[in-house]
Every structure is written in C-alpha cells, then in structure tokens.
C-alpha cells in the first residue's frame, strides 16, 4: 500500500531568489509548517560546468533571444531523480505487474505558453501525487529536447506570454497545494468555490446539519458579505441574515448562476446543471429581458 506523505513540489529555475518570500504566507506557509506540502527551488546555474555557468545559448536557425540549454537540464532533473520518460513508463510497467496498487508517482511539468491551460480539474488531479517538477523556463524557452525526454506536460496558466515560467510555478503551486488533503481545515472547502465540483460528488457533508451552499458544479462562486451589514449605502441581501440554510443554499445558487452567465457563459456548457438550475437560468434571462 502507498502510504500518503507530504506532497512535494520541485522547482528548477535561474531565479531561486524569485520564489523567497513568495511561499512564506498563509496557507502554504502553514502547509509547508504542517508536514502537508514540501517545496524545493533548485538554481539551474549549479548545474553548470563553466566559468561563467552558462545556461542559454543562440537558437539553431537564427532569429530572435536565446534558448535555455538541454545539459544543465538534464542535470538538474537527473538530480532529482526523474528518469527519461521512456524509462518511467517501463518502470511502471514493471511495477504494475507486481502488485495492482495504483501508484501515484511523479510528474514532470514544463511551464510553457504553449501547454494546455491550467485548470481547477488538473489543480485536483496534480494534489492527488506525491511529487511535481516544475521547470521555468526563460527567454525564448527550453529546447524542445527536454520536453520530449523528460515532460509529462507543457502547461501554461493562460493565453498571455511571461517573462519567464517563475510566476506560472508560483501559480501551480499556491493552486494545487490546497487541494491536497487536510491543507484548507475544511476538506470540502475546496469543493464549495468557483470551478468546484458537483453536488452529487461531494462526500464530507456535516451529519445533520443543512448545507447553505452547493458544490459549485463548474460554476463561478457566489457573492460573500459580511458586516457591517449596511456598507456604502448598500445593505447586504437580506436572505442571508434570516438563518434559513435552504433559502440561503437557492439564493447562492441563482447568484452563482447569474455571475457564470455574466462573466463565463461558455462555463455553462460543461457545468453539471440540474432541473432547478435550468429553470432558475431561464428566470435569471427573462429578468434580463431575454
Ligand atoms: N517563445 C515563447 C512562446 O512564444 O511561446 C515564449 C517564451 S517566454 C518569454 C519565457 C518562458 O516563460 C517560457 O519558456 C515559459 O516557461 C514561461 N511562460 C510564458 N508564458 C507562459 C504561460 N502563459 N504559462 C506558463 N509559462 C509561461
């Protein structure tokens, strides 16, 4: 059996001072603190030979910047023990047909404007690991090589082009770290907010107590107040003072639907709607007279 130990994430960078500081607050300072989540920064430089500790050069074919090289990458990741991909994957092989436990192993992530987008789900599938690499890369990127060898995935955090793959790790990790369990002190916390999932997939419920929110679904979050309950001339909804958990969870609801059809309708399309939903939307579009 696989016992469950912290996650960890490991960093490969030309920044390690970029990330000081950054961990070192709220959640995942107190993660980090618990035992829950390990985060390693590793100086791409240390793995460099020459006097000067290159890590770029030109790129074949001329054009623009330069090309984060492939040997101190290769280094860095042999470093920590990450086999070439074609070794992992015989390995597991091997390894499932020694004994049938899943194993939830390590991925290897390139941080890329060209990966697929980072989303909740690949938030909630990473948190299910033991152990993410994050490479950053700079300038024109990483050659192309490393990705082949040694990358699960290129993965970007959305369709806009950074300096360099630092703030994108930061973003991996401040998202996935408090999905891993026990992070957040509520484990269905992280069910209950924008891009969470459905009802239906929500087990931790407390014993007896009416819930006053649904499992977002894929959905935008609600609107949170809190007091004073008059702020600006504008008092907070009334429906939310009267202690009454069923109308609460329906007027959350109607919010968390109204704010996805205003900000993100193409959300709608793959959000798990029930008959209620459905009806509440079509109310919420003759208001808007629709
Ligand atoms: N030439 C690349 C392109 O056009 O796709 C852009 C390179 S960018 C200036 C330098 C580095 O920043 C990339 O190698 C990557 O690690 C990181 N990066 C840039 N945009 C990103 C995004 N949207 N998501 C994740 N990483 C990104």
Redesign the pocket.
């Given at each position: 059996m696989i016992v469950r130990t912290a996650m960890r994430f490991e960093i490969i960078t030309i920044f390690p001072g970029f990330f000081s500081g950054i961990f070192e607050h709220g959640i995942v300072r107190r993660a980090q603190a618990a035992g829950l989540v390990g985060i390693g920064v590793h100086d791409l430089r240390a793995f460099t030979h020459d006097r000067h500790r290159t890590v770029d050069d030109r790129p074949f074919g001329g054009g623009e910047g330069m090309v984060l090289k492939p040997e101190p990458l290769g280094e860095a990741l042999q470093a920590l023990e990450i086999l070439p991909l074609h070794d992992r994957r015989e390995n597991q092989i091997l390894r499932s047909a020694q004994d049938d436990e899943t194993e939830s192993g390590t991925r290897v992530i390139l941080?890329?404007?060209?990966?697929r987008r980072f989303t909740q789900q690949m938030a909630r599938d990473m948190a299910k690991l033991e152990r993410v690499v994050l490479i950053?890369?700079?300038?024109?990127?990483?050659d192309e090589r490393i990705n082949e060898i040694y990358c699960d995935m290129e993965?970007?955090?959305?369709d806009?082009?950074?300096?360099?793959?630092e703030l994108?790790a930061a973003v991996v990790v401040d998202t996935v770290m408090r999905l891993v369990p026990g992070v957040l002190g509520n484990e269905a916390s992280g069910e209950f907010e924008s891009f969470g999932v459905a009802d239906a997939e929500i087990s931790s419920d407390e014993a007896g107590v009416p819930r006053s929110q649904h499992g977002a679904g894929g959905l935008l979050d609600y609107p949170h107040y809190t007091r004073p309950a008059e702020f600006g001339g504008l008092r907070a909804p009334e429906v939310l003072m009267n202690g009454d958990h069923q109308q609460i969870r329906r007027w959350r609801r109607q919010q968390q639907l109204r704010k996805t059809r205003k900000n993100r309708p193409d959300l709608l399309q793959g959000a798990a709607l029930t008959d209620e939903d459905q009806r509440l939307l079509e109310a919420i579009a003759s208001e808007d007279g629709e």
């Open positions: 941080l890329s404007a060209q990966g950053c890369g700079r300038y024109e990127g990483v993965l970007s955090i959305g806009y082009v950074l300096s360099g793959g994108a």
